[in-house]
């Protein structure tokens, strides 16, 4: 039996709400759309599982912790749109403090990931790139299965489309964090 139809026959039910629950609002549902509802839910953990893989093995692939793999997708962007990226620029889109930049970008240089260059216009400050082989190493990774995933994004008609994505800004919505949250997490 696969781990749809568990979600259909009330397994894996329990791992997202009780019949009981007063947190879930079934009211409205039948019982068969309470199933679907289960189904998208089991289906969404099942990609985010094969998504923290993927994650997983290319990090260890290119020997690169969370923070670096960040980094250097948003330098390889940079690159690609023709913008010179700066220490700042990385401390900002990591999130990051500027003494663990200057970590992260040391460690990366001497991994063989990352150069620095001369800053053009201003000589306070240095420009960091990519080198050609991890970007290379990057595409043929993280590039290849973005690649995939767009591939089934096309395979759906303009209608599921737009359901798919309606779904998931719900579900980031549903993410954000509330006010009764701050202070139990």
Partial sequence: MSRADDAVHGSAEVRYFSSD???VRRSQLSEAD???CVQVME???EW???SRALSEASKRYMKLNDSDMRAIRMMIRAKKQGQLVTPKDIA???GISSASTTKLVDRLVE???LVRLPHPNDRRTTCIEVTEQTRRSAEDTIGRQHARRFTAAASLS???RVAVIRFLKAMVEADEPQAELSGHI
């Fill in 48 to 50: 985010q599982e094969a």
């Fill in 43 to 45: 289906a969404l953990h």
């Fill in 158 to 160: 303009s209608d599921e």
């Fill in 21 to 23: 629950s007063d947190i």
């Fill in 111 to 113: 991994g063989g990931h």
């Fill in 92 to 94: 900002r889109a990591v």
């Fill in 34 to 36: 309470a199933k679907e």
